[in-house]
T-cell receptor
Framework: DGGITQSPKYLFRKEGQNVTLSCEQN?????MYWYRQDPGQGLRLIYY???????QKGDIAEGYSVSREKKESFPLTVTSAQKNPTAFYLC?????????????FGNGTRLTVT | AQTVTQSQPEMSVQEAETVTLSCTYD???????LFWYKQPPSRQMILVIR??????QNATENRFSVNFQKAAKSFSLKISDSQLGDTAMYFC???????????FGGGTRLMVKP
């Protein structure tokens, strides 16, 4: 079955450590996205990538980094510079970045930093 | 920048009844897509329905339909014959032809009561 896989489902880290969240898709989609969701709030865009080896900052990119070396993979690194990293992170993909392509989402990773 | 506003943080409805969730947006673009996503307690984001701005006819997907008022920049979701499985957070989202990102509203938590 085609889909988006995020791993792990729950992640715990100590403050000051970098952590990488995995996102893999086998939908052959060109565009991929990372969103952050805080309790009771909507989704905010962190980074997106329209094509391999290219990515753009979203609304809240500070303290995060990404790479897009393969079409299937778009890992997100939460660095120690991110002041409030505890949140629910959702990865998504779409056939293209055009406006008529809906996003398909993974199941998310809950990151807790203490 | 585009903004999406959902003015109802929480709503409840009796099973089998009809409920309408509100969404307004702000844009200077003439062509764009609007989406409603559902996020049940599993936190998986599921596409419910979508509407292209230049289409006059309101989109319908089984028990879900929209009331799209382009001049008023309003995009409400009507759920008919509500079911217990409809209990979820509902997010309105906007994507235009110029941008590459999906902008979300803050969400409406819907509780369907037996």
């Amino acid at each position: 079955d085609g889909g988006i896989t995020q791993s792990p489902k729950y992640l715990f880290r100590k403050e000051g450590q970098n952590v990488t969240l995995s996102c893999e898709q086998n939908l052959n989609h060109d565009a991929m996205y990372w969103y952050r969701q805080d309790p009771g709030q909507g989704l905010r865009l962190i980074y997106y990538s329209q094509i391999v080896n290219d990515f753009q900052k979203g609304d809240i990119a500070e303290g995060y980094s990404v790479s897009r070396e393969k079409k299937e993979s778009f890992p997100l690194t939460v660095t120690s510079a991110q002041k409030n990293p505890t949140a629910f992170y959702l990865c998504a993909s779409s056939i293209s970045s055009s406006y008529n392509s809906p996003l398909h989402f993974g199941n998310g990773t809950r990151l807790t930093v203490t | 920048a585009q903004t999406v506003t959902q003015s109802q943080p929480e709503m409840s409805v009796q099973e089998a009844e009809t409920v309408t969730l509100s969404c307004t947006y702000d844009t200077s673009e003439s062509n764009y897509y609007l989406f409603w996503y559902k996020q049940p307690p599993s936190r998986q984001m599921i596409l419910v329905i979508r509407q292209e701005a230049y289409k006059q006819q309101n989109a319908t997907e089984n028990r879900f339909s929209v009331n799209f008022q382009k001049a008023a920049k309003s995009f409400s979701l009507k759920i008919s014959d509500s079911q217990l499985g409809d209990t979820a957070m509902y997010f309105c989202a906007f994507k235009d032809n110029a941008g590459n990102m999906l902008t979300f509203g803050g969400g409406t938590r819907l509780m369907v009561k037996p």
